[in-house]
């Protein structure tokens, strides 16, 4: 006689179709049983649906007492969920990738019915699509976020006990390669743009890092003249085909910045080219009409500029890629340049927008090889200095330097140290650099000295040169030294 099972463990029994089905009633998120069924062409497969329900029912996943499919409930999710917490930009997005590429191939799918297989059909189905169409990888990676962030609320609804989308396999991408500009064609791009009426603007992008956004959403109320700070806090946006003004895009993006002289002069010009205008408009930058400066006017007018300058085109976004590389070459610790660029992490600030060139990995082997072979000596330069001992100096921070001399002491031989005064003498002079202008770069004569200005290239011999003239590596400059009367006094020049 066939066992009757318990209440609760669900029943398993062949149809007259000669099919296998499973049922078993469970509690759902209101606290009312509802009757599942399970169909299959095995007993094993029906049953192991049974049980893997009840098992979910003992972990304290509910039922859910309704099936929607996910297009259903992905429209749902965008206007209940996605519209009133998260930005207007990111509901756009959103949007536009849930309407053209996840409802129209899942969308009639209901939630308890997608599976990983299911999904990972879909996403291969994508990768092949986007390489067909030229879309880049990335493009893919989104569709699965997209759509993983819906299942995420589901989950937390109680309608689907695991996140699939969360298990596939996707396809590497790799990021774009992005060269930002160097200080050359940063200072050329500045020279092309010095009498735009945008001006101000564009160099207030490259000194500070500052965001598209940002910079169209600065504020005169942000600006504060007397205390020598200016305040992010909101950005200037287009969603659609509306302009619109809200918070900066994290909370590390909220940031307090030194008003420097350079930033001050330039906003006291946007000043000044405002009065003229009727009314005070609270924006630093503005349209014709008075409104925001459009995002796509501003684009136009930074890549004509490119043009007339003769300057590589690049993104306007990656401007912040320039500020951050020129700051790390400067020596500025991460730490520093992440709350300038307003990052979240430091390892988004060093792993995305801080770049090498090959001078400054350069510059650090030359470092290192001084370091296991003290022994060797020649000059960092072009022409052939064999017998010339070498000075290296190594940046670890804006306007500090670590002086570390080897080798120049009048019939020293190689390895020599060099008089501490002499260390305090070239890290002293060092630091007036920073307080110049990086397109007058000198050091102060000392009093009683002389500094030399004078190249390699022009220097009368080889064999002064081996006297008087002593090279340094410095990241992204070489120098050399000068040594007067005094064999203990020397006097530092930069190379440009």
Request: aromatic fraction near 6%; include cysteine; proline fraction near 5%.
């Amino acid at each position: 006689m066939a066992r009757r099972s318990a209440n609760g463990e669900g029943s398993v029994y062949k149809r007259q179709d000669g099919r296998w089905e499973a049922a078993i009633s469970l509690l759902t998120a209101t606290g009312k049983r509802k009757r599942l069924r399970f169909y299959g062409r095995t007993r094993q497969e029906v049953h192991g649906r049974l049980v893997a329900a009840k098992a979910d029912a003992d972990r304290g996943a509910p039922v859910s007492d309704s099936q929607p499919t996910l297009s259903e409930y992905v429209d749902y999710w965008l206007e209940h969920i996605v519209r009133p917490d998260l930005r207007p930009k990111t509901y756009q997005q959103y949007e536009y990738v849930s309407r053209l590429y996840i409802k129209p191939t899942l969308g009639g799918v209901r939630l308890a019915q997608l599976s990983v297989p299911k999904v990972q059909a879909f996403i291969n189905h994508e990768f092949q699509e986007a390489e067909s169409q030229g879309r880049s990888r990335r493009s893919v990676h989104a569709v699965r976020a997209v759509l993983s962030a819906a299942l995420s609320s589901a989950m937390r609804e109680e309608l689907v006990t695991r996140n699939v989308a969360r298990l596939v396999k996707l396809q590497p991408h790799t990021r774009a390669r992005i060269t930002p500009w160097t200080l050359k064609e940063a200072t050329q791009f500045l020279h092309a743009a010095r009498t735009h009426p945008l001006f101000p603007a564009f160099a207030l992008v490259l000194l500070y890092g500052l965001r598209q956004g940002e910079i169209l959403g600065l504020r005169w109320q942000d600006i504060h003249f007397e205390s020598d700070e200016i305040q992010i806090r909101q950005q200037v946006q287009r969603v659609g085909r509306r302009l619109l003004v809200g918070p900066v895009k994290t909370t590390a993006g909220e940031r307090d910045l030194p008003l420097i002289p350079w930033a001050r002069e330039l906003l006291q010009q946007q000043r000044r080219a405002q009065h003229a205008l009727d009314g005070a408009p609270s924006l630093v930058f503005i349209s014709d009409d008075g409104g925001p400066l459009r995002p796509e006017r501003f684009r136009r007018s930074f890549l004509r500029l490119c043009d007339s300058g003769a300057v590589r085109k690049v993104k306007i976004h990656h401007e912040r890629h320039t500020t951050a590389t020129l700051l790390k070459k400067l020596g500025v610790p991460d730490r520093d340049i992440q709350t300038i660029l307003g990052h979240s992490r430091v390892s988004v600030t060093q792993e995305i927008y801080q770049h090498t060139d090959l001078e400054d990995r350069r510059a650090a082997l030359e470092l290192l090889s001084s370091s296991l072979n003290p022994a060797q000596g020649r000059v960092y330069c072009r022409q052939s200095c064999r017998q010339t001992p070498r000075i290296h100096v190594a940046a670890t921070a804006a306007a500090r330097l670590h002086a570390v001399l080897t080798g120049v002491n009048s019939g020293a031989g190689r390895g020599s140290r060099t008089p501490e005064g002499v260390s305090r003498l070239i890290y002293s002079q060092m630091r007036l650099t920073t307080s110049l202008s990086q397109h007058d770069i000198h050091l102060e004569p000392t009093e009683g000295f002389e500094p030399t200005t004078r190249c390699l290239q022009n220097s009368r011999s080889t064999t002064e040169l081996h006297r008087h003239n002593y090279w340094l590596i410095i990241p992204s400059r070489l120098c050399f030294l000068k040594k007067i009367d005094n064999p203990a006094t020397y006097i530092l020049a930069l190379q440009n």
